[in-house]
């Protein structure tokens, strides 16, 4: 399953509507973000864990991300 968290990754990152969506609810609510990204893999039928979205973002080196980590810290 750890590929589908990269798969997911890039298809929230290609979506402005999820990207903006889940940095708003990261500011205010790390894991809640965290299980809509996992909701969200769900529904698109690229089931993922709490600590494959974890794990993928941690091993991403790219300003977006580390951006985003840096804000959702508190649930990562």
């Known amino acids: ?4 968290a990269a798969v997911l990754y890039e298809r929230i ?3 402005p509507g999820h990207t903006k969506a889940l940095f708003r609810q990261a500011l205010q609510d790390p894991q809640g ?3 809509a ?8 039928g690229l089931p993922v864990t709490l ?8 091993s991403l080196d ?12 508190g649930g990562l």
Do not use: F
């Open 33 to 35: 973000a965290l299980k």
């Open 13 to 15: 990152q290609n979506d």
């Open 37 to 44: 990204i996992c909701d969200l893999g769900h529904s698109m």
């Open 51 to 58: 600590d494959e979205v974890k794990a993928h973002l941690a």
């Open 62 to 73: 790219d300003d977006d991300t580390k951006q985003w980590v840096v804000k959702a810290r």
């Open 1 to 4: 399953m750890s590929s589908n």
